[in-house]
């Protein structure tokens, strides 16, 4: 396979409490599309688009206990798709990426679950994530609850507003 692109390149993320459905264009969710499909997340890359400085988007990519009922498709200018472009062979089954859907994703609220803080500046700030290699990638895998979804959103930690942000996300289906 080949390594892909979850694109948004404008939305506001809402702080949401963990264990709580996520707003509709408030969130990037990822998901397995199959009980044999597996993900590896390569890198997250965050940008503010906010207009003043004192916002700060207390992100977190979090595995979501509830899954998001229903995704809606991806439309205009939301992306996903390869990077190698006509040089990649398509999954048989495409991972699930969206940003809406009947009823949102909620994060996991278990303390022993994993959540990736990838806080930044609204105004230009920039956040990265990027692992070493695959050991320290972050796992999507089959379509269990709480390992088979992911979706980076904004955390209701102390702090945190809420100010335009673009996304990327690259992975690799498995």
Do not use: C
Not at 10 to 37: H, K, R
Not at 71 to 90: E, I, K, W
């Amino acid at each position: 396979m080949a390594r892909r692109l979850f694109s948004v390149p404008s939305f506001t993320p809402t702080a949401t409490a963990d264990n709580s459905a996520l707003a509709n264009a408030t969130y990037l969710a990822i998901g397995a599309n199959s009980a044999t499909q597996g993900l590896w997340v390569a890198e997250i890359f965050i940008q503010g688009l906010g207009t003043s400085s004192t916002n700060v988007n207390n992100n977190v990519f979090a595995r979501d206990l509830v899954l998001g009922a229903t995704p809606t498709a991806l439309a205009a200018p939301n992306r996903d798709g390869p990077m190698a472009g006509s040089m990649d062979v398509a999954p048989g089954t495409l991972p699930l990426t969206f940003t809406a859907a009947t009823t949102g994703p909620s994060r996991s609220n278990t303390t022993t679950t994993a959540q990736l803080v990838l806080s930044v500046n609204a105004l230009g700030g920039v956040a990265r994530w990027k692992p070493a290699d695959m050991t320290e990638a972050w796992w999507i895998i089959g379509q269990t609850v709480s390992v088979s979804e992911s979706s980076l959103s904004a955390s209701s930690a102390a702090g945190t507003t809420s100010a335009a942000q673009s996304a990327t996300i690259m992975y690799e289906p498995m």
